[in-house]
């Protein structure tokens, strides 16, 4: 990495602009913009439903299709997985957001926390895992896989279904994020939830214009 000013110089109109900008070199952290909030359901070994907030996910293979979440061990889910074998995966929208911070603030050793937000649990007919029916689109998964990884055990989850609202669906038939209106978690950053922005351009294409003529 270069440290310290970085010139960038612009000609444009006979006229150029001088841009600085300080580099600083930081100390390892678990910072990454921006994080999902993924709201993990399972079932403990009671039969009591769980949702927690898990931020350090997203998709890790297409073939099979598969989802991957980190996790503690002091973390309820952590062995709610390992005793199911499996999880739901929900997504939250911008009307969630208090619940998703709640289930993420207060363990589901202490409190049942289907019943304190008012979300109703419904269970997967593809796996052994609720689903909080309110959520936009739920995936439902089977535990592939589990590797510890230090202080986080990361938890591979092949999708075997998703359960997804209508109204969600775009042209494709798949959920569509300006319709599921998903949040976003700041990381330790920020530490703050935001909404999804403008849109900016089509993906897999907007970049061709970079492309040198041949």
Same mark, same amino acid.
């Given at each position: 990495?270069?440290?310290?000013?970085?010139?960038?110089?612009?000609?444009?109109?006979?006229?150029?602009?001088?841009?600085?900008?300080?580099?600083?070199?930081?100390?390892?952290?678990?910072?990454?913009?921006?994080?999902?909030?993924?709201?993990?359901?399972?079932?403990?070994?009671?039969?009591?439903?769980?949702?927690?907030?898990?931020?350090?996910?997203?998709?890790?293979?297409?073939?099979?299709?598969?989802?991957?979440?980190?996790?503690?061990?002091?973390?309820?889910?952590?062995?709610?997985?390992?005793?199911?074998?499996?999880?739901?995966?929900?997504?939250?929208?911008?009307?969630?957001?208090?619940?998703?911070?709640?289930?993420?603030?207060?363990?589901?050793?202490?409190?049942?926390?289907?019943?304190?937000?008012?979300?109703?649990?419904?269970?997967?007919?593809?796996?052994?895992?609720?689903?909080?029916?309110?959520?936009?689109?739920?995936?439902?998964?089977?535990? +592939?896989?589990?590797?510890?990884?230090?202080? #986080?055990?990361?938890? %591979? @989850? =092949?999708? $075997? !279904?998703?359960?997804?609202?209508?109204?969600?669906?775009?042209?494709?038939?798949?959920?569509?994020?300006?319709?599921?209106?998903?949040? +976003?978690?700041?990381?330790?950053?920020?530490? #703050?939830?935001?909404? %999804? @922005? =403008?849109? $900016? !351009?089509?993906?897999?294409?907007?970049?061709?214009?970079?492309?040198?003529?041949?």
């Amino acid at each position: 990495m270069f440290l310290g000013n970085t010139p960038t110089v612009m000609d444009g109109d006979w006229s150029i602009w001088i841009v600085t900008m300080t580099r600083v070199a930081l100390e390892p952290a678990t910072v990454l913009h921006p994080h999902p909030v993924l709201l993990v359901g399972t079932y403990g070994v009671d039969g009591k439903a769980n949702l927690m907030n898990a931020a350090w996910g997203g998709i890790c293979c297409s073939k099979p299709p598969c989802v991957a979440i980190s996790l503690r061990e002091a973390t309820l889910t952590y062995h709610n997985i390992l005793h199911s074998r499996a999880f739901s995966v929900g997504i939250p929208s911008r009307e969630h957001v208090e619940i998703a911070d709640y289930v993420g603030i207060v363990s589901g050793r202490d409190r049942d926390k289907f019943a304190d937000t008012g979300l109703t649990s419904v269970r997967s007919e593809k796996v052994q895992a609720p689903i909080a029916a309110e959520l936009p689109f739920t995936l439902e998964c089977r535990l +592939l896989q589990h590797h510890c990884l230090g202080l #986080h055990t990361l938890f %591979v @989850g =092949e999708i $075997l !279904g998703i359960v997804a609202d209508a109204d969600v669906l775009g042209d494709k038939g798949l959920p569509d994020i300006e319709k599921t209106q998903a949040i +976003l978690y700041g990381g330790f950053g920020s530490n #703050h939830y935001f909404a %999804v @922005g =403008e849109k $900016l !351009g089509r993906a897999f294409s907007i970049g061709k214009g970079l492309k040198p003529n041949t």
